[in-house]
């Protein structure tokens, strides 16, 4: 099987996971949180090396302050009570986005998770928060501007993204059934296969990551040009 090497989620569906259950949608939220523990401590299993998921987007805020303030709540939490497993298991965590943005105590576990792991060599686990694709390439053009550059190509917009060190993702699986690609990764994305899996993201598990992968190598990916062989 064809490994994808790099493998991003979005991971939808955790409210409608709440709501027809009669719960509050942040009860959803806390589900996807116990899904995506498992995912991301099973992923190397399968041979992944990156995985990167979109947890907050730069359109998120407009949700009731209720969810918003919840989520942060509970990603900050998160972020503390979970270093030291991410750490024992050898993982490298990144973010993406504007992480200045986000409430202080939200950024400060963050950046003590970045800091604490970045040398380590296992799955580099990147989690996008207040992220959006279309403020990632415009955040990239200032970058460049601010250096002088007269004029600009691919390479420079790739090379000055938020972690311009990760490869691109091969997979991009979205859950929930839903056919869109809600300004994720849009430069990184240009050439994922993408797989929608129906179940939302609180019932995903690790044999539906199995199952993309298994789909995903199924793929012939082209680039733009024509299949070898
Ligand atoms: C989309 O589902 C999901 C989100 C906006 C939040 C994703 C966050 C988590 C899975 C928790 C992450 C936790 C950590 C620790 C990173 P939705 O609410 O838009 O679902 P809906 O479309 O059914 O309303």
Known sequence: ???????????????????????????????????LRQIILSADKLGIGYLTVYAFSAENWRRP??????????????AIDELRVMHQNNIRIRTAG????????????LE????TTKNNSGITFTLCINYGGRAEIVDAVNLLIAKGSPSIREEDISSNLYNPDIPEPDLLIRTAGEMRWSNF???????SELVVVQKPWPEFTFEDLREACEEYSKRTRKFGGLAEG
């Open 98 to 109: 504007r992480i200045h943005e986000v409430p202080e105590s939200l950024r400060e576990a």
């Open 112 to 115: 003590r998770g970045v800091e």
């Open 185 to 191: 990764l849009l430069w990184q994305g240009a050439y």
């Open 1 to 35: 099987m064809t490994v994808p090497a790099h493998v991003a989620i979005i991971m939808d569906g955790n409210g409608r996971w709440a709501e027809e259950r009669g719960l509050p949608r942040l009860v959803g939220h806390r589900e996807g949180y116990r899904t």
């Open 65 to 78: 302050k209720e969810e918003v303030d919840g989520l942060m709540q509970l990603i900050a939490q998160a």
